[in-house]
């Protein structure tokens, strides 16, 4: 075996032979000629990946490992580790994009020569690209002849997957491989915020030209925003940072965008001390102590009042507006305690007061890490000479859907379509209107009443009912309202709740919906049953079936593209598919599912087994389900649905792994019937199906109503009567 050869697990085994990881570990006990392990640990061993791949070959288990999980593997088990390996390939995309004849030169020497040559040729292009490493804090390094030798061949796999999916999309691929892999080390934005954020950072619809993150993280703040002139990143973390500058370089074209990336904490060391910009967008981490406040004390960045020490955001808030120039825009992701805090009143106050705080957007839970939280956006304008004479302060609350949830898209998931566009026009309409007031003469909401006499009567956005207004989803807010005792800024706080808003008409809506729902639950009560001894069919086995071809076995989770993406919580919840493939990475087909095809989770231990319908059809199979594609002339797939959600069969075809069951769907077992017996059982099943979705949604309602009463009858909005 050559030297720093690289090394693969376990897992990695699993992912290249498309098996899981107890068939690999089968094959270790089966196969004394298994390839022994070359480092790791007793309980995590490696292997060398040349040895795993001959042998895979061999047993005819690998006709040749795809490049995307050769490269992968390659970079995984770098002997300098993974995130230096990612640096080294993106520091050679940068080059095989801007200057492809001079990497097509270098590559036709040794790897010895082929190392120093690329030293030099690096060089050239990352001082193009991010300005010469004059001690300016730079966040990537020009890597020299030895640290590039152990990853020629790496960057000569990655620039042949470049070859076939694109530079930036190879990239992506491998850092987003990294990030899953390790997602306790990175604090993500997930693309939807990303893109609602960058929008809210806009103008009438156009991205801002200039844009500041000074907490840059992975780079997908900025990367969300569309054709910028200058982009500005600082990020605390050194391997983070490079990664995020070559992220961003790889997404931007350097004759129309200049690119800074520099390394340091910011808050103590702010690398762009007189810079001013369009935008700052920011998701600045949460909760810390430790950001400065005894050194800081006398900083001219806290114009609106002193953080405390236990007040980092607010700090990161200041930050902002200290970069912005006079009308910019800047939009953070907060945690919700920063709205209601009382060590925090005191700058809230003075925040409102001149206008800098725009608008306060309650998510809902889910939408970024901790996403068990319903997390906030703030956006805030820098101040001009001459502010608002009546400042407002719009509130958002999309954290509580105003629909049950199985009218949205999945379980614990987010219609991220939808909140974008609830959230946007919110906030454009307070723009207009705002514009509006300053034209009339700064009248406040008197001015906006006069604009549409029937939307309220007088009191305008005070009560919620003026064109400003949705009622439980957003109200413009005096300024003057908020500023008591505690400054309390919490969207929910000052929003009814949607039912209540809604009033009677809305608690008489729900009413019908689930006196509609219990009808129809009551008509597909199953019929009595008569108790009779245990059925002794012949059996047979899903995976029999799939070797005489009754049935096609597929797994899911891979594939890129636009298309919606059928999730684990969508089966369990009987949802629509509410998932998104990624959009960058090599091109790889996804599995698609098809009318009659049955879809089974593959963890959790749960019987549950759902036919794909019409409406369904189409997406693509995601992540820890595997679907069965059984043929109509030999299979019921209402039949095998049903035979397949059988407690005892359930339990007989799963396994135990410590922290989670996996079925093992090859081991469901079916009666051996004729195919009109199976239609009669899938009849049956398939009414046994629609009566479990009226009762689920009969829940739903029943749940939404009695909190809508309680509302109701708490706030005054319904009598007892």
């Known amino acids: 075996m050559p030297e720093n050869a690289t090394e693969v697990t376990a897992a990695g085994i699993a992912r290249l032979a498309g098996v899981g990881r107890a068939a690999v570990s089968n094959w270790r006990r089966r196969h004394a000629d298994f390839p022994k ?127 076939e999916a694109g530079v930036r999309e190879t990239f992506e691929f491998l850092l987003g491989r990294q990030l899953d892999a390790n997602p306790r080390q990175y604090t993500l934005t997930p693309p939807g915020l990303a893109g609602l954020m960058a929008a809210l950072a806009g103008t009438a619809g156009r991205s801002p030209r200039t844009v500041l993150d000074p907490a840059s993280g992975t780079g997908a703040l900025l990367g969300a925003v569309t054709r910028p002139a200058a982009l500005y990143a600082q990020e605390s973390d050194p391997d983070l940072a490079a990664l995020t500058a070559l992220r961003l370089a790889l997404h931007t074209d350097p004759a129309e965008c200049t690119l800074a990336a520099r390394t340091g904490d910011t808050l103590r ?35 609106y009042g002193f953080p405390a020490r236990t007040e980092s955001e607010l700090a990161w808030v200041q930050h902002a507006l200290a970069r912005l120039r006079e009308g910019g825009t800047a939009v953070l992701l907060m945690p919700p305690a920063a709205a209601s805090r009382r060590s925090g009143r005191r700058i809230r106050a003075d925040l409102l007061r001149r206008g800098a705080l725009r608008a306060v957007i309650a998510l809902p839970a889910g939408a970024a890490p901790p996403y068990g939280i319903p997390l906030h956006l703030w956006v805030l304008r820098k101040p001009g000479t001459a502010p608002h004479p009546s400042p407002e302060l719009l509130l958002v609350d999309t954290a509580e859907p105003a629909e049950p ?56 956005a005070g009560t919620g009912t003026g064109t400003d207004a949705r009622p439980g989803v957003s109200r413009v807010v005096p300024v003057i309202e908020l500023l008591d005792d505690d400054v309390d800024l919490a969207p929910a706080r000052h929003l009814p709740s949607p039912a209540a808003a809604g009033g009677s008409a809305e608690l008489i809506r729900v009413r019908e919906r689930l006196t509609q729902t219990l009808e129809l639950a009551g008509g597909l009560i199953p019929p009595p049953v008569d108790v009779s001894a245990p059925a002794h069919w012949p059996l047979t086995t899903v995976g029999e079936l799939a070797r005489a071809g009754a049935l096609l076995l597929r797994t899911g989770g891979t594939g890129t593209g636009t298309g919606p993406v059928l999730t684990e919580h969508d089966v369990l919840g009987a949802a629509a598919p509410s998932g998104n493939l990624p959009a960058a990475g090599p091109h790889e087909e996804p599995v698609l599912v098809e009318p009659g095809d049955v879809v089974v989770p593959v963890l959790g231990g749960g019987s549950v087994a759902r036919v794909i319908d019409d409406a369904t059809a189409g997406a693509a199979l995601g992540r820890n389900l595997q679907l069965l594609r059984p043929d109509p002339a030999a299979l019921d797939p209402w039949f095998l649905a049903g035979f397949l959600r059988g407690t005892a069969n359930n339990r007989q075809a799963s396994s135990h792994a410590s922290t989670a069951t996996r079925l093992d769907a090859r081991r469901l077992q079916l009666p051996r019937l004729p195919l009109a017996e199976q239609q009669r059982y899938g009849e049956r099943f398939r009414a046994l199906a629609a009566f479990e979705d009226a009762l689920r949604l009969t829940g739903r309602l029943g749940g939404r109503l009695v909190q809508g009463m309680y509302d109701g009858l708490t706030d005054g909005t319904v009598t007892p009567e």
């Open 37 to 163: 392990p070359v480092g790791g640990t007793e309980t995590s061993p490696s292997f060398a990946l040349p040895e795993v791949e001959q042998w895979l070959r061999d047993q005819g288990k690998l006709a040749e490992v795809p490049l995307r999980e050769r490269v992968w593997q390659q970079l995984a088990g770098h002997p300098a580790g993974a995130v230096p390996a990612l640096f080294h390939v993106g520091c050679a995309l940068l080059l095989v994009r801007e200057r492809p004849s001079a990497w097509r030169e270098i590559t036709g020497v040794s790897d010895e020569r082929m190392a120093g040559v690329l030293s030099l040729a690096l060089n050239e292009v990352l001082t193009a690209r991010f300005g010469p490493a004059d001690g300016t804090g730079r966040a990537v390094h020009s890597p020299d002849r030895s640290e590039l030798l152990p990853s020629v061949p790496l960057l000569r796999g990655a620039a042949e997957l470049a070859a």
């Open 405 to 460: 949830a199985s009218d949205r898209s999945g379980r614990d998931r987010l219609d991220w379509p939808a909140l974008h566009a609830a959230v946007l026009d919110a906030w454009q309409r307070f723009g207009d209107e705002s514009d509006q007031g300053r034209a009339d003469g700064g009248t406040g909401t008197n001015a906006r009443t006069a604009k549409d006499p029937a939307a309220g009567t007088g009191t305008g």
């Open 269 to 303: 060391a702010d690398a762009f001390p007189g810079l001013t910009v369009d935008a700052v967008l920011c998701h600045p981490p949460f909760n810390e102590r430790n950001w400065g406040h005894d050194e800081l004390a006398y900083d001219p960045r806290w114009e």
